[in-house]
């Protein structure tokens, strides 16, 4: 009797953190960790403060836009001084109070009077809008316009909803802007990777699409099933491995990142 029989290859692997589902959360700007909001393993929803940094970069930029607003302020009170000017002159011009040329010159000062705060207040919009990309929301910009009080804390908030899988600041550490590697990493949990390394000598064996089962030592005797989704392009030259990944639903929760 002819049967046929499925290979079978065996090897290790780890869950790893669904990278299509993690994002890096980065300061800003440069400056020095005042509190710590979020630990490893917290759950947390979009928009929720995950640390206060106390940066010399917002300063500058509550400065600038405490300056525009001001000039704003100016312009507009200049516009309406010269718009009583305005009609004071047309008034005396038409009684034959005046000349033309004080009733055109009021005009003229009226009109510049205009640009000056239409000028400003597209300053005003800079600032405001470098304000936001330094992460203040419109309401922090709004209360900090109405006080005036420049503050050089500024609170940072998480991205996206997930958890906390990593954390590589502490208090009082001082951090700078563009670093390589991130504050925080917040993650969706709900779908991990396993990553395998496939022997050398197996790699021609695999492929995409093909199924495969795994243990974890933390859930004896439970097999888990997934299917291929990654192959690797190249062999490690360290390891002499393939890597292959497969994407494993994790809603229970059970299954955590670096387990073997």
Do not use: C
């Amino acid at each position: 009797i002819a049967r046929s029989f499925r290979a079978e290859h065996v090897t290790e692997g780890k869950i790893a953190v669904d990278e299509d589902r993690t994002t890096p959360v980065f300061s800003p700007y440069a400056g020095r960790i005042i509190k710590l909001l979020a630990r490893p393993g917290d759950s947390v929803r979009q928009g929720q403060p995950l640390f206060v940094i106390e940066a010399a970069d917002t300063v500058q930029a509550q400065n600038d836009f405490v300056a525009a607003s001001t000039g704003l302020n100016k312009a507009k009170s200049a516009l309406d001084l010269a718009d009583i000017q305005d009609r004071r002159a047309k008034d005396l011009f038409e009684g034959k109070a005046v000349p033309l040329k004080d009733y055109q010159q009021s005009q003229a000062a009226l009109i510049q009077a205009q640009n000056d705060v239409r000028s400003a207040t597209t300053a005003l919009e800079a600032a405001r809008n470098r304000l936001r990309i330094l992460g203040l929301s419109d309401d922090a910009i709004a209360a900090f316009q109405e006080k005036g009080r420049i503050d050089p804390q500024t609170t940072i908030v998480a991205p996206i909803a997930g958890t906390v899988v990593q954390r590589k600041v502490g208090p009082g550490q001082y951090v700078t802007a563009g670093a390589s590697d991130p504050v925080f990493v917040i993650g969706d949990l709900s779908t991990v990777w396993l990553t395998a390394f496939v022997r050398e000598t197996d790699a021609s064996m695999v492929s995409i699409g093909q199924d495969l089962s795994f243990t974890v030592l933390a859930l004896p005797g439970r097999d888990i099933a997934a299917r291929i989704n990654y192959v690797a392009a190249a062999i490690d030259p360290a390891t002499r491995r393939l890597l292959v990944r497969a994407s494993v639903d994790n809603q229970d929760g059970l299954l955590k990142p670096e387990m073997f």
